[in-house]
C-alpha cells in the first residue's frame, strides 16, 4: 500500500487546503445494508476495494455487512473478495485485500431483529476498539426505499445514529428517493427525524463521475465559451442518456418506476442543472445547490404534455448482433406492464438567460447504443455568404460534452472542404480524456464513498433538489399514466417516432450519437 510519504502526506510544508494532493479517510467503518444486492456487488465492494488499493483508507477501516443471510463472516468475506476481484478497476493485490480483510465482519438477521441489531452494535463497538474506527460509521442504505423507514428508526433506537465525543456518524441513501413529491418528502421527514441534514449523504452516482465534474471545469474555469451560453446564441440542449442493455434482473426494482423515475429525476435533471446553472461563488456545498437549486425551480414542461413528451417501452429486437427479448417478455414483467423504458421531455428553464432555448430531455433502455451525452446547440449563423449548394449538408455548431463512454468534449462547425470549389461541411473538433490524461478516471462510486468518508458533501443533492426535481416529473408522469396506453421501438433503434415527432414539431430533430 502506498505509505504517507510517498504520497507526500508527511511533508511539513503541506497546505491542508490543497486540494490536489490525495484526500485520505480517516478511521472509520462502512455498514452497508443491502450487500447482496447488484449494486453492493458490482459498484460498491469494488470501489471500497480500490480505495484501498490507492491508500485512500486508513489502517482503522472495517466494511460490516448486514444482511438475512446466513452466510457468516468468512462466506461474506468470500462474497466480498470476488465482488472486490471481480469489480475492480485497479490490480488484484493479495496484501490490500489481506489488510481489508482484518476489519470484515458480517452480522446475520433481518431489519426489525432487535437481536441482530444489538449485534451491529457490539460488533462496531469491538471494531471501534480492536480495528480503531473511533466510533465513525457510515450506514450505507443500498436497500429498497420501502426499507428505510426501519433501518433508520433501528438505528435511532440501538443509539447508532449518535456519535459519542467527536466521532460522527453519516448515512448514505441510495436513489429512488420516493416515487413522487410527496413520498419524497414523507422519506425526508424520516430521515430528518435521526439525522441532521449535514449527516445525510444522497448519492447520485452521476456526480461522482469525471466528466460530469467536468462541466463545472469546462464552463467555469474558461472564459471563451461562458459568453455564448445563453439564449442569444444556443438554440436548443440535448441530453441523452442512452443505454444498450435491457432491464436484465432488475425487473422487481424497474417496474413500476420507469425510465422517468429511473434516470431522469435524478441523473439528467442533476446535469441539466450544471449545464444551465450560473456560477456560484465558489464550488462548495451551499454555493453549489443554491444555484442548482435556482435551475430546477425554475424549470417546467409546455403546457401540452401530449405534444412535448414521450415515453415508450422496447419490443423485440437486436443488440449486440443478437435477438433479445421485449419489455414484456422480459423475467418478471407483467404482460400488461405500462412501465416506460423510454422517455423524453421538453423542458424550458424561466430564466433570463434560458428564455426561449428548450431542452430537451431522452433518456432509454435497448437503444442503438450506450451514450451519454449534453449537447449544447448554437443558433444559425444569421447570415451566409455562400452559394445554397455549397453549404447542403451543414448543420448547427454543436459543442458536444461526452459524458460517456467516449469521454471528452467535440465542437462541431463547418469547414471548408479541400479543392478548388468553397464547399462546406461539418467536421468536429475533439478532446478525448483517454489521449490527453494519463491518469483513468475513478470511478464515481469511489469518488463519492471517499467523500462521505471525508464528511465532504459538495457532490450530494439536497432534499430540496430532490423535491424539486419531482415538481418537474410528478404533472409529466401523471399524464402518462392517465394516457394508459404506451408507445413502442424495436430494441437496438433510437426510440419511439412519437419522441421523434415530438422534436420535429419544434422544427428540430435529435442528435445520433
Ligand atoms: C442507474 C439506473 O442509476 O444508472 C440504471 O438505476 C442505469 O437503470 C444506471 O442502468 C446507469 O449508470 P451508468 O453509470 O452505467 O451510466
Known amino acids: ?48 476495494y480500490d480505495l484501498a488499493n490507492r491508500g485512500l483508507l486508513p489502517p482503522g477501516f472495517a466494511l460490516i455487512g448486514f444482511a438475512r443471510h446466513d452466510f457468516g463472516e468468512q462466506g461474506f468475506a468470500q462474497l466480498a473478495k470476488k465482488a472486490a476481484k471481480a469489480g475492480a478497476r485497479t490490480p488484484w493485490r493479495e496484501s490490500t485485500w489481506k489488510q481489508l480483510f482484518a476489519g470484515v465482519r458480517f452480522v446475520e438477521g433481518s431489519f426489525d431483529d432487535d437481536t441482530a441489531w444489538e449485534k451491529l ?26 426499507l428505510f423507514p426501519v433501518v433508520v428508526s433501528k438505528l435511532k433506537q440501538h443509539g447508532l445514529a449518535q456519535a459519542p465525543g467527536d466521532a460522527w456518524r453519516r448515512v448514505v441513501i441510495e436513489k429512488p428517493f420516493g416515487h413522487d413529491l410527496e413520498s419524497a418528502q414523507q422519506l425526508n421527514e424520516i430521515v430528518a427525524e435521526v439525522f441532521p ?14 466528466t460530469v465534474q467536468n462541466i463545472l471545469a469546462f464552463r467555469f474555469a474558461n472564459g471563451m465559451f461562458e459568453p455564448v451560453w445563453n439564449s442569444h446564441y444556443v438554440d436548443h440542449v440535448q441530453i441523452t442518456m442512452a443505454e444498450d442493455i435491457g432491464i436484465g434482473t432488475r425487473a422487481g426494482y424497474y417496474d413500476g418506476i420507469g425510465a422517468a423515475r429511473d434516470v431522469i429525476q435524478n441523473h439528467l435533471l442533476q446535469l441539466m442543472a450544471l449545464v444551465a446553472m450560473e456560477e456560484p461563488v465558489s464550488l462548495n456545498a451551499a454555493s453549489l445547490r443554491i444555484e442548482k437549486q435556482k435551475i430546477l425551480a425554475n424549470a417546467r414542461p409546455p403546457q401540452r404534455l401530449d405534444l412535448h413528451t414521450s415515453h415508450a417501452q422496447y419490443t423485440t429486437g437486436w443488440a449486440g448482433g443478437e435477438e433479445v427479448a421485449g419489455y414484456l ?33 431522452r433518456v432509454g433502455k435497448r437503444l442503438g447504443r450506450r451514450v451519454t451525452e449534453v449537447a449544447v446547440v448554437f443558433k444559425r449563423a444569421p447570415h451566409l455568404p455562400f452559394q445554397s449548394t455549397d453549404v447542403e449538408e451543414l448543420g448547427q455548431n454543436a459543442l458536444v460534452m461526452r459524458i460517456q463512454p467516449d469521454e471528452g468534449v467535440t465542437l462541431r462547425f463547418g469547414a471548408k472542404v479541400p479543392g478548388t470549389v468553397m464547399e462546406i461541411r461539418d467536421v468536429n473538433m475533439d478532446f478525448a480524456y483517454g489521449g490527453t490524461f494519463v491518469e483513468d478516471s475513478p470511478e464515481a462510486y469511489e469518488r463519492l464513498i471517499l467523500d462521505v468518508l471525508l464528511g465532504d458533501p459538495p457532490l450530494f443533492p439536497q432534499h430540496e433538489e430532490v423535491e424539486l426535481a419531482w415538481e418537474i416529473l410528478d404533472p409529466i408522469i401523471r399524464h402518462w399514466s392517465r394516457k394508459k396506453s404506451i408507445d413502442t421501438y424495436p430494441a437496438g433503434t433510437w426510440g419511439p417516432q412519437s419522441a421523434d415527432a415530438m422534436i420535429a414539431r419544434d422544427g428540430r430533430r435529435w442528435r445520433r450519437p
Not at 457490539?122 to 420501502?146: C, M, R, V, W
Not at 448519492?203 to 463521475?209: A, R, S
Not at 423510454?342 to 428564455?355: C, H, S
Open 1 to 48: 500500500m502506498t505509505s504517507a510519504a510517498e504520497l507526500g502526506l508527511d511533508n511539513p510544508l503541506r497546505d491542508p487546503q490543497d486540494r490536489r494532493l490525495p484526500r485520505i479517510a480517516g478511521p472509520c467503518g462502512v455498514v452497508l445494508f443491502g450487500v447482496t444486492g447488484d449494486l453492493a456487488r458490482k459498484k460498491l465492494i469494488p470501489a471500497i
Open 121 to 146: 452494535s457490539h460488533t462496531l463497538a469491538e471494531l471501534d476498539e480492536k480495528q480503531g474506527t473511533q466510533g465513525n460509521h457510515a450506514f450505507y442504505l443500498s436497500i429498497p426505499p420501502g
Open 197 to 210: 441534514p449535514e449527516s445525510v449523504f444522497r448519492i447520485d452516482h452521476y456526480l461522482g463521475k469525471e
Open 329 to 361: 417478455e422480459e423475467e418478471g414483467i407483467p404482460a400488461d406492464s405500462t412501465t416506460e423504458t423510454y422517455a423524453a421531455i421538453r423542458l424550458d428553464i424561466e430564466t433570463r438567460r434560458w428564455a426561449g432555448v428548450p431542452f430537451y430531455l
